[in-house]
Nanobody, 117 residues
C-alpha cells in the first residue's frame, strides 16, 4: 500500500477554482490507479475522477469539462484541477489508490472544499 496526503482544499466562491494535490509515498506509484472521491454531509462517498496507470481517465458526469485529473509519476503526485466550482461541489475530497480494478485500498485523510454561493 501507499501512504497518501492531500492538500489544496479551502473556501472559494462559486465560479472559482482550486487545485488539489495528493502526494504518495513508495516507489511503485506509477503502477497505481489513482482516484479522487468526495463525500458531502449526509451523502455517500462518490468517485469524482480516476487516472489509471496507463493514462486512461474517468470523470463523473457532473464534473466533466470542469475538473481535470493529472499525475506526475516523477513526483509521486496526482492532481485535481477544479474550475467553475459550484456550491454542490462542497465536500471532503479524498485521494485513493488501487492496483487494477480491485478495491481502493489506500486512502488519504481528506481535504475540505467549500464553495459559497
Amino acid at each position: 500500500q501507499v501512504q497518501l496526503v492531500e492538500s489544496g482544499g479551502g473556501l472559494v466562491q462559486a465560479g472559482g477554482s482550486l487545485r488539489l494535490s495528493c502526494a504518495a509515498s513508495g516507489r511503485t506509484f506509477s503502477r497505481y490507479n489513482m482516484g479522487w472521491f468526495r463525500q458531502a454531509p449526509g451523502k455517500e462517498r462518490e468517485r469524482v475522477a480516476e487516472i489509471r496507470w496507463n493514462g486512461i481517465i474517468y470523470y463523473k458526469d457532473s464534473v466533466k469539462g470542469r475538473f481535470t485529473i493529472t499525475r506526475d509519476n516523477a513526483k509521486n503526485t496526482v492532481f485535481l484541477q477544479m474550475n467553475s466550482l459550484k456550491p454542490e461541489d462542497t465536500a471532503v475530497y479524498y485521494c485513493a489508490a488501487r492496483i487494477g480494478q480491485g478495491d481502493f485500498a489506500s486512502w488519504g485523510q481528506g481535504t475540505q472544499v467549500t464553495v459559497s454561493s
